[in-house]
């Protein structure tokens, strides 16, 4: 069983950054990926990025690409840093752990083990 939690949300101003960190804990079996979803009220579930642990392979959503990093910061953590942040990235950010899977995850579905999430509000 995969634990994951993560942190980091808040109030920005647009135009600025916020950095949202992941962690898990458990055994998963490699080969797997650890991922960024978004949700907006009234909206499904968004891909944001993803990354290939044993790899370090990463891949972008289009409404993200250019603007955010996803980036492996030790053996159980990630971070997702935000930059050039709009008020159309204001949702709710759910960090996930997909377990033993090979190839590049980018659907809710292909995630096992969910985070609780973190508010993201873009706003002046």
């Known amino acids: 069983q995969v634990q994951v939690e993560e942190s980091g949300g808040g109030l920005v101003q647009p135009g600025g950054s916020l950095r949202l960190s992941c962690s898990y804990s458990?055994?998963?079996?490699?080969?797997?990926?650890m991922g960024w979803f978004r949700q907006a009220p009234g909206n499904a579930r968004e891909f944001v990025a993803v990354i290939v642990w044993n790899t370090g392979t990463t891949s972008y959503g289009d409404s993200v690409s250019g603007r955010f990093t996803i980036s492996k910061d030790n053996f159980n953590t990630m971070s997702l840093q935000m930059n050039n942040l709009k008020s159309e990235d204001t949702a709710i950010y759910y960090c996930?752990?997909?377990?033993?899977?090979?190839?590049?995850?980018?659907?809710?579905?292909?995630?096992?083990?969910w985070g609780q999430g973190t508010q993201v509000t873009v706003s002046s």
């Open positions: 458990g055994r998963p079996v490699l080969p797997y990926s």
């Open positions: 996930a752990h997909s377990g033993m899977k090979a190839g590049i995850p980018r659907t809710p579905n292909e995630f096992a083990y």
